[in-house]
């Protein structure tokens, strides 16, 4: 069944469309046998991961709603370019800049891609993989984008443009961190390696 969100076609899915504790994580155990040593780690590392979402969820209720819509509007306000949408159809193959925003968790993600409308829908149709949860440490990762789903993302900003990318880090460092979802540092990174040295993170023990 295909449920449309903002002019799109979204498939539904048996767990909902909105990240719960329950649809976090997805453990593919398909054609693999364990032993009960292997099962002990896998449930350990589960443990983990569910550690660091209740994390989150607890960080994101302690920020202020009233706040970060002042925060968004002053971005929106300094950066004329971004328009808010509610229709994705007419961003098909249209490059640009796209602000993704979750008003339940006070949280923006900024991103740049060739194609707005397809690079959207690609966050919302993703299970982020169970090694890639957690990118830090289970005390300081933020939650992907990618782990959120498409009822999630309540407004959308895009800024289209046929130019050179380079402005998405300029972009983020406009925003307060704590409203950012963005793991690590904004444009085209070489690798896993560069991702890991331009990481960011939060302190969620507060």
Not at 19 to 39: F, G, P, S
Not at 101 to 106: A, Q
Request: charged share 30%.
């Amino acid at each position: 069944m295909m449920i449309k969100h903002f002019g799109v076609n979204v498939k539904d899915k048996s767990d909902g469309l909105k990240l719960t504790r329950d649809n976090y994580i997805k453990v593919n155990n398909k054609n693999k046998t364990y032993c009960d040593e292997a099962i002990d780690v896998i449930n350990k590392r589960i443990e983990d991961r569910l550690y660091n979402f209740d994390l989150n969820m607890r960080y994101f209720r302690l920020l202020s709603k009233q706040e970060f819509n002042k925060e968004l509007m002053n971005f929106i306000d300094a950066n004329k370019s971004f328009k808010e949408i509610s229709d994705l159809v007419p961003f098909s193959n249209i490059s640009g800049y796209y602000i993704m925003v979750l008003d339940e968790y006070s949280q923006v993600y900024v991103g740049q891609t060739r194609k707005i409308k397809e690079r959207i829908q690609a966050h919302w149709s993703k299970q982020k993989e169970f090694d890639r949860l957690i990118f830090g440490s289970k005390e300081n990762s933020i939650l992907s984008i990618d782990s959120f789903r498409a009822h999630d993302t309540t407004r959308i900003f895009v800024s289209p443009t046929d130019e050179s990318l380079e402005l998405e880090d300029d972009f983020i460092n406009l925003f307060n961190k704590i409203y950012i979802l963005n793991r690590t540092k904004g444009g085209a990174l070489n690798g896993l390696i560069e991702a890991i040295i331009n990481r960011k993170t939060r302190d969620l023990q507060i």
